[in-house]
């Protein structure tokens, strides 16, 4: 190629590539809790389950690089050592991607996040795309040197790192900035649930298919098509149904509160006014000013005559009743801990609802009774 062409060409490149980890760490690192639930499947998958506890740090930093290196691809900040990282990035996700596409098969790779799911095969065909992309700004790129810095590239360094890391660390300590979950607020759990399947798309039809004696030609007849039925001008070659689209499931399906007396999710849902649902993904962990927030909200609730219910995925021995804060007892209810993270991202917060709709999510730390 002339210098010109290629400088156009790896131009090209270089925006896509930047825009690509812009928006893939921007949709995985306003949500923390779901890359980290991502992460930890993968280690479960190679057996690094020991680095489990350190999840949240990683998904933090990881989805943070990825957005802070497409704001420097973007607009050329230090691009030198950004196309290393770049390439090298690439190189590795290429081969992971094809691992779980082959070897260890996951249902999503989660490089969207909740955006966007692509399956391990779509990833690592979007990822072949990218691989020499990003080879070819790390050829144009090549005779810079690495460790040559302006003072301004500092500047833009450090304000992208610190973009990248707070916006991620602001997430963990709040909720999403953007739901890309199916309990958005607005959203009717009870209607969402019981969503009958849609009907399936056609019937089921079988098709005659059948050669012309002279031409040769064949052509497919339906049941009710008379013409099929000359024998002297049609020879039958094959018959096949085809069958109808299948049914799409809610996306709700597997919301269920439970205890000792049974399943009390359709009495929760159908709650007339205002409920508050309290989740606790442990109660030996809820911090004490959280501890504090939520006894203050229960003792406003009851003065409001709103309902207070509190939801865990902890074992419950018998009907179970906790209180918050020297507060009125609430009675809780178990739930599915997945369904619980899909839910609510914290690991104590709170889900409002007003007639069965979603009205807020809040974390525990945003609870201001």
Known sequence: MKPRPLRIFSDICRIILATTFIVSGFTKVIDPWGT???????????????LEPGSMAFSIWLCGAEFMMGCMLLFKVRIRLISI??????????????????????????????ALKLTPWQTFFKNLVLLPMAWVVWYRYRPDRVFAFRP??????????????????FCYRHLPLIDFLPYKV??????????????????????????????????????DDPEWQDAEQWEWVDTRTDAPLPAVEPLIGEFALRDAEGDATERILT?????????????????????????????AAEAEGAEVVCLTPEPLDGVTWHSFDG????????????????????????????????????????IRP
């Open 36 to 50: 980290a639930i991502k992460i930890n499947e993968y280690l479960s998958i190679y057996g690094f389950e020991y």
């Open 85 to 114: 990282f770049a390439l090298a990035s690439m190189c590795f996700f290429t081969l992971l991607t094809l691992l779980s596409a082959t070897w260890i098969p996951v249902e999503d790779c989660g490089c969207f996040g909740e």
């Open 152 to 169: 301004l590239e500092i500047v833009l360094t450090l304000f992208f790192f610190s973009l990248a890391m707070g916006l991620g660390t």
């Open 186 to 223: 607005g959203v009717d759990i009870r209607e969402a649930m019981h969503a009958a399947a849609s009907e399936p798309v056609g019937a089921s039809e079988t098709v005659l298919v059948y050669r012309n004696r002279t031409t040769g030609e064949e052509r497919e007849f339906s049941l």
């Open 271 to 299: 709650t007339r006014g205002r409920l508050y649902m309290i989740c606790v993904t442990a109660f030996d962990k809820i911090p004490r000013g959280c501890e504090r927030r939520l006894g203050r909200l229960v003792r």
């Open 327 to 366: 507060s009125a007892a609430v009675r809780c209810y178990n739930i599915d801990a997945t369904v619980l993270k899909t839910m609510l991202r914290a690991a104590t917060g709170l889900v409002v609802l007003d007639d069965g709709v979603i009205a807020a999510k809040k974390n525990c730390r945003d």
